[in-house]
Structures are given as structure tokens and as C-alpha cells.
């Protein structure tokens, strides 16, 4: 399709929200319509998108293992970002690719920043220095209610059979996925250019329109026919 090509050097895309939010679902419905368009997306997640990033995040998803502090897990999901970014993302911005990430800095911000209590600013001096100053382009927040979200995430867990291994945060009460949202809606609003927050209630056709507009000025194929 013509008029396809990607916005520019350092198309990184990261997708946010609570555990349930449809953040998986709606990368991967995105990454069709932009492969439908001749634009082969990187899909990548933090934490992973590494071998030793899958293994830092069973080690810090894993209910059986023991629960590292709160300053540990910051300092494991930074690492995991470290090398993500050098091994993965940094390479394939380099090479003109987009690349969609589901979750990133802001995460950490929202989980070990402001719900685990770390504070903001112990998040953000680690992420000063290259790699990790890396910023993205656009960052897509699907807000949904935490009482929904962890409802769609036990039942996903349980059809997957993966309650065990990744099941963590969603062991955390309501409060801690409420203080999650606010936090993120909170960054959200503080950067107006870079995110976009797009209502995560619905069906998956429901919030994939509203992610498509949400990125619509990006690629403007996306913008959704009116009937
Ligand atoms: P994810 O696989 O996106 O979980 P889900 O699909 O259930 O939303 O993320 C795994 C967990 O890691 C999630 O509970 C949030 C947590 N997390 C942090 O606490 N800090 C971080 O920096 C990142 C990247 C994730």
C-alpha cells in the first residue's frame, strides 16, 4: 500500500495499562494491520524479549519464587530494560524497523515508582544514561477498571494454565492496581504529546478502533473508514 512507510528513524511504540488491560491483544491486531501495509513490526515485552530477560522475568513473575524487595525489582526490571534495548530495541530502530514494545519505563514508573512506593525520581535517575535514556515516540495507555482488568487476567491465566507463573502482581489487592492506574493516568497527563489514552472497555473491535485513531496521525492508513 502506498503512503505506508513508518513516520521515521526511532518508531518505538509502547503500549501500557494494568494486568488485563488487552495490551497483548491489541499490539497483535496492530501488528497485522501494519504488516497488511508492508511495515513488519518488531513485537517485543518487557520484561523478556531476551534470553536472559525471559529468565529475569521468571524470576521476578514466578509466585513460588521468593519476592525480591521493592528496590530489587527495580533494579531487575532495569536490567532487564538494559538489555532489552541494547540487544533488541536500539538495533532495530537503528535499522529504520518499528518497534512495538508492550510496556516499558512507564511501567516501571507506575508499579515500583508510585504503587510499590519507591518514588518517581529513584525510577527516573536510573534512566538517565544510555541505553536506558531511550524514549518512545508514542506510548498508548489502555485505561481500564481494575476490577475488570483482574477479572480478564485470572480468567486468560486460567485458560492458559499459567496462574502459576505469572501470577504476582495479580495477587496484589484492588488498592495496588487502583494506585497502578492512577499513576499511570497521572504520567499520562504530565506528557499529553506523547501518550494517548484510549478507553480499554468493550470489545477487542471496540478498543481496536480507538487504538487505530489514537495512532492515526502516525500512519495515516489506519485512520478507521467512517460508515
Ligand atoms: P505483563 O506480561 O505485561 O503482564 P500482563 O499481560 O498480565 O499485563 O507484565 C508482567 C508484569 O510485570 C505486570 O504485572 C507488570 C509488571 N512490571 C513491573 O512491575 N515493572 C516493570 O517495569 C514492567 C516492565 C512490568
Do not use: W
Request: proline content about 7%; aromatic content about 4%; glycine content about 10%.
Amino acid at each position: 500500500m502506498s503512503g505506508a512507510r513508518p513516520p521515521g528513524d526511532g518508531t518505538f511504540l509502547t503500549f501500557e495499562g494494568i494486568e488485563g488491560s488487552g495490551k497483548s491483544t491489541q499490539i497483535r491486531l496492530l501488528a497485522r494491520r501494519l504488516e497488511a501495509a508492508g511495515i513488519a513490526a518488531l513485537v517485543t515485552r518487557e520484561p523478556g524479549g531476551t534470553a536472559l530477560g525471559e529468565r529475569l522475568r521468571a524470576a521476578l513473575l514466578e509466585p513460588g519464587a521468593a519476592a525480591p524487595s521493592p528496590l530489587v525489582e527495580l533494579l531487575l526490571y532495569t536490567a532487564d530494560r538494559a538489555q532489552h534495548l541494547a540487544e533488541v530495541v536500539e538495533p532495530a530502530l537503528a535499522a529504520g524497523r518499528v518497534v512495538l514494545c508492550d510496556r516499558y519505563l512507564d511501567a516501571t514508573l507506575a508499579y515500583q515508582g508510585a504503587a510499590r512506593g519507591l518514588g518517581l525520581e529513584a525510577v527516573e535517575r536510573l534512566h538517565r544514561d544510555p541505553p536506558l535514556d531511550r524514549r518512545p515516540l508514542r506510548t498508548v495507555l489502555l485505561d481500564a477498571d481494575p476490577r475488570e482488568g483482574l477479572a480478564r487476567a485470572r480468567e486468560r491465566n486460567r485458560r492458559l494454565g499459567t496462574e502459576r507463573s505469572e501470577g504476582r502482581f495479580e495477587e496484589e489487592g484492588l488498592a495496588f492496581h487502583e494506585s497502578v492506574r492512577r499513576a499511570y493516568l497521572a504520567l499520562a497527563a504530565a506528557d499529553p504529546k506523547r501518550f494517548r489514552v484510549v478507553d480499554g472497555s468493550g470489545t477487542e473491535e471496540d478498543i481496536e478502533a480507538r487504538v487505530r485513531l489514537a495512532l492515526a496521525d502516525l500512519f495515516p492508513f489506519l485512520a478507521v473508514p467512517r460508515p
